[in-house]
């Protein structure tokens, strides 16, 4: 079975959502820690309240990036993880931890990438006049929220909502879809080669997954 680890900042409603689905049985693999860079976030009683282990990695403990990124990295190892499922980590990895780990990190993004990279993307999509909004689940690359798309899911922006309008249609979408992904991970059916995600040996397209 295959094992993978969480990396969280804050909430970790995505945390939750994966816990879900891997009790019901619908996760083929199994999450062996939780790891995240804030030592109060929620995402850690979450983690704690199913008996998963979790690791506090505070950057003030670390002369730089780089150092605290190697302890992750070894703590990752250790725990056999053959998977990284970034999920509200609100830290920026260094290249040398994406390259050591390469083609086995995935983050899920709220925005139509590559439109709105970065921070407040609803805001952003509001104050643009968007008419719509989304999440990406992608692998990580070195360049922030880019990487091989595996699926974006839309939801509608209409003229008078306000963030959380929006946010909470994003947020229920990133719920159902990333378990799914990370499951095609797990089983074996998603793997990225050479900077591209393919699914069941098919190259996706540069929007990630499309259902027919
Ligand atoms: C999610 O909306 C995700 O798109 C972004 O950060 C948020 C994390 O929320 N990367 P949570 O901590 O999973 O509740």
Redesign the pocket.
Known sequence: MKKFVVL??????????IIDKQNLGQISGKICGVISNKAD???LVRAKNEGIPTFVFSRKDYKSNLEMDLAIAEQIERLGAGLIV?????KILTPEFIQRFEGKIL????SLLPKYPGLNTYQRAIEAGDSEHG?TIHFVNEEVDAGAVVLQAKVPIYPDDEVEDV?GR??EQ?HQYYPLVVEWFCSGRLVAKEGKAFLDGRELSITGYAEE
């Open positions: 969280i900042s804050g909430n970790g409603s995505n945390l939750q959502s976030a929620y995402g970034l999920a509200g980590y609100m983050n899920i993004h709220p999440t946010m994003v947020v990133e």
